[in-house]
């Protein structure tokens, strides 16, 4: 198999697998442990080639990031960790997305606020809940191509009444099927 696409939930798939019914897709879970275990089978179980995980993320920039807009993240690692055990995770640029940011990967929202890196730089960033750890596996499993997309659903300070979710994930399976990775 070329190419597996996961996705956290099957709400967050579902504008994708209407627009490319024949891609292999997988539902991972929410969250680092489901995500990485669930992730973990399906490679082993469909040996692909490329993983191209997708979902929605929140930006921690309002000035650059627009709800709506699909980015790839091009370097992840888990949020909180002491600098010496983070573990970075990157992939490399494809073309046709709206920003290319750095992640971090929470246990729940807000928590990328609190992280040294992202307070320590100017670059953008968005936090999720799955990609270092969907990463990592990949990364132990030999997967030999993964890449990561997310659409923006909300600012991480918004509160949950705020977020756009159908709108995000609509763009999300558009632009996922107009790069046909």
Not at 8 to 15: D, G
Not at 20 to 41: L, N, T, W
Not at 67 to 72: E, L
Not at 145 to 164: K, T
């Amino acid at each position: 198999m070329p190419t597996l696409y996961l996705f956290p939930t099957r709400a967050e798939a579902a504008a994708f697998e209407r627009l490319c019914p024949k891609a292999a897709v997988g539902i991972i879970g929410v969250g680092m442990a489901e995500a990485a275990a669930s992730a973990a089978r399906l490679i082993v179980e469909l040996r692909p080639r490329r993983v191209v995980l997708c979902g929605i993320a929140g930006s921690c920039d309002r000035a650059l990031i627009k709800v709506g807009d699909v980015v790839q993240v091009i370097r992840d690692k888990v949020a909180g960790l002491p600098e010496k055990y983070s573990l970075y995770y990157t992939s490399p640029n494809i073309e046709g997305v709206d920003h290319y940011v750095n992640s971090v990967t929470v246990s729940r929202t807000g928590e990328a606020l609190q992280d040294e890196w992202v307070k320590d730089t100017l670059q953008l960033f968005v936090e999720q809940m799955e990609g270092a750890a969907v990463a990592a596996a990949c990364r132990a499993m030999g997967v030999e191509e993964y890449y990561h997309l997310r659409a923006i659903s909300n600012y991480v300070d918004d509160d949950r009444s705020a977020w756009r979710i159908k709108e995000a994930v609509k763009a999300l399976g558009k632009r996922i099927a107009e790069l046909n990775l």
